[in-house]
């Protein structure tokens, strides 16, 4: 039907909303890693520069040189890495976009983007956004069809319950929803209502109970399928934005280390294999601190995708 068309038609268009605002935050990330490894790569040079002539005057062990030469080497080849990936994300986003992007409409670097480029969720978000989604939109439709009240059915299978608790975090709510690990739905209704008439419209008596039955299944699987799209998403988020504030203390706790091992070296205290063995643990950290920004992103965008699109309930 053309109903049936439109809400294949919109659940396509959220999906590759979805899969367009990913892939270009993915070469954001991209570029970010590239420029950190263009700065690891040149920190490297200068390192291995600076080795070299302490070898020729006698003051630096061929160990040293060794070990400054992998360090620039391995920044060397992540360069070329990143370089082949930027392309490729790129080559990515143009065949999702339907047109090569004007460079205008291409990403920096992640860091350049403000965080709050996508929203995140507030609190007391209720759960009636998700009649929005296209599937349940669908599922309700063909229970219209059979001649289903739609309001017993919301009542028997749909938890009208707020999704978020403060700070835009799954609510106890949501949570309660489910248990033994998200996978189980426990929610049971406290009103039970016929869900369809009984028998007075004549094309009802047309669809036998095992049809029926068959669309209420549908509805109520889909249902919960909602809620636990919405349920995984905001768990993530719950654990996102610690991991990310242990994560920006642990770059600047080991860039502290590098900076201190480069004193005491200079200073002759200090042999340059810990030098590197920082500058290495430090490139490390700053690699996993752009790979939680852009899971935090992309976390952002899976909830939007799983509230239907948006925050706004249907009227």
């Known amino acids: 039907t053309w109903l049936a068309s439109e809400f294949t038609a919109q659940n396509t268009r959220l999906t590759l909303i979805a899969e367009i605002s990913t892939a270009w935050l993915t070469l954001a990330a991209d570029n970010s ?3 950190l490894a263009k700065e690891t790569m040149a920190s490297a040079e200068n390192s291995l520069k600076i080795i070299q002539r302490q070898q020729q005057v006698g003051t630096a062990a061929a160990t040293d040189v060794s070990e400054a030469m992998s360090v620039y080497q391995q920044a060397r080849a992540s360069v070329a890495s990143y370089q082949t990936q930027v392309m490729q994300d790129k ?3 143009n065949l999702l976009a339907g047109t090569t992007l004007a460079e205008n409409l291409l990403p920096g670097t992640l860091e350049s983007l403000p965080e709050q480029m996508i929203s995140l969720v507030p609190a007391g978000v209720s759960s009636d956004v998700l009649l929005r989604r296209p599937d349940i939109q669908e599922a309700e439709h063909n229970l219209k069809s059979a001649n289903a009240d739609i309001g017993a059915a919301r009542a028997n299978f749909f938890p009208t319950i707020s999704l978020t608790a403060s700070a835009g975090v799954g609510s106890d709510a949501l949570s309660s929803l489910f248990s033994h690990g998200m996978q189980i739905w426990s929610f049971a209704p406290s009103v039970t209502l016929p869900l369809f008439t009984g028998g007075s419209n004549l094309a009802q008596l047309r669809y036998a ?4 039955r068959g669309l209420i299944a549908t509805y109520e699987k889909t249902v919960q399928s909602a809620f636990k799209d919405v349920a995984n998403a905001l768990a ?3 654990t996102l934005e610690e991991q990310l504030d242990a994560q920006r203390q ?7 280390t590098v900076d201190v091992g480069l004193r005491r070296y200079q200073a002759g205290v200090g042999d340059y294999l810990t030098v590197l063995t920082a500058q290495r643990s430090l490139w490390s950290a700053q690699q996993e ?14 909830l939007w995708q799983s509230l239907g699109g948006g925050m706004s309930s249907l009227k």
């Open 33 to 35: 890693n590239l420029a």
């Open 91 to 93: 080559n990515a986003l």
């Open 209 to 212: 109970e095992a049809q029926k």
């Open 236 to 238: 993530r988020r719950t």
């Open 250 to 256: 642990y770059v600047k706790a080991e860039q502290q």
């Open 289 to 302: 601190l752009l790979a939680l920004q852009l899971t935090d992103f992309t976390n952002r965008i899976t």
